[in-house]
C-alpha cells in the first residue's frame, strides 16, 4: 500500500522553488516567524514525548490557508516483534495532529507505542542493509541524503526484510544477515493519485 506521507505530498505537490502564493494573515505572521518557531509550535502540539531528535527530515509547508508540519523518518527500522510511530503531520493553525504506526510481527495492542527512537544498534542495521543494497547488482544505489522514498526495514530471525516506495513503484525483498544477500526480490506499480479536470489543486510551498 501506497505511504500515507508520501501520497500526501505527491496530492498537495510542494513546490521547493517558486515563492509565489497569496496568503491569510494569520499564516503570513506564522510564516514570519520563520521555520524553526513553527517546528517548535508544532512539537508542543503532539500528544507525545518527541523532539526534532526523532526525525531526520523536518518540512514547513504552507497553501496560504494554513501551515503544516511533517516530521519525517523515510527509513523506517523496524525490530522483531515491535511497533513505532515515525512519521507526523501537524496542521498548526487547526491544531490538528496526524500520526499512525508500523508494526512488524506480533505486538501487544495493549502495549504504548513509542515515536522511533534511533539508537547505536538500529544505525549498525540500518548501514548493514543500505550497504548490501549498494554493493548487489540486482538493486540500484541509495544515496541517504537525498533519498526522498520511503523505506522499511523489518527484522527477522535470520535476514531484513525490506519495501521500498516510491511516487509509482513499491518494490519488495530480503536480505540475509549473515552474508548481506539480497533475495526474493519483487516489484509492483503503483497507480498515480487521482486528478480531475477543471478542479482546483492546491499548491503548497516549503517554509525555510
Keep these: 500500500m501506497k505511504s500515507t506521507l508520501i501520497l500526501l505530498l505527491s496530492l498537495i505537490g510542494v513546490n521547493l522553488f517558486s515563492q509565489e502564493i497569496e496568503m491569510k494573515k494569520d499564516v503570513e505572521e506564522l510564516v514570519l516567524l520563520g521555520k524553526n518557531a513553527i517546528v517548535e509550535m508544532a512539537l508542543e502540539l503532539i500528544d507525545t514525548d518527541v523532539s526534532a531528535e526523532n526525525f531526520s527530515k523536518i518540512k514547513v509547508i504552507t497553501n496560504g490557508e494554513t501551515v503544516q508540519v511533517l516530521f519525517l523518518n523515510p527509513i523506517k527500522y523496524l525490530p522483531l ?10 496542521d498548526v493553525l487547526k491544531k490538528i495532529v496526524s500520526y499512525h504506526p508500523s508494526s512488524n510481527g506480533n505486538f501487544s495492542e495493549e502495549k ?16 548493514f542493509v543500505l550497504n548490501a ?5 540486482e538493486i540500484g544505489a541509495i544515496n541517504i541524503l537525498n533519498f526522498e522514498d520511503e523505506m522499511f526495514i523489518r527484522e527477522k530471525d535470520n535476514y531484513y526484510e ?42 503548497y510551498i516549503e517554509v525555510n
Design 81 to 90: 516483534n515491535s511497533a513505532s510511530y515515525f512519521d507526523f503531520n501537524v
Design 112 to 127: 504504548n507505542i513509542l515515536p522511533f527512537y534511533q539508537s547505536k544498534e538500529t544505525d549498525i542495521n540500518i548501514d
Design 133 to 137: 543494497i549498494n554493493v548487489s547488482n
Design 162 to 203: 525490506i519495501t521500498l516506495i516510491s511516487e509509482f513503484q513499491e518494490s519488495t525483498y530480503k536480505i540475509t544477515k549473515e552474508t548481506g544477500k539480497v533475495f526474493d526480490l519483487e516489484h509492483a506499480t503503483l497507480l498515480p493519485p487521482p486528478s480531475w479536470e477543471n478542479e482546483d489543486v492546491q499548491e
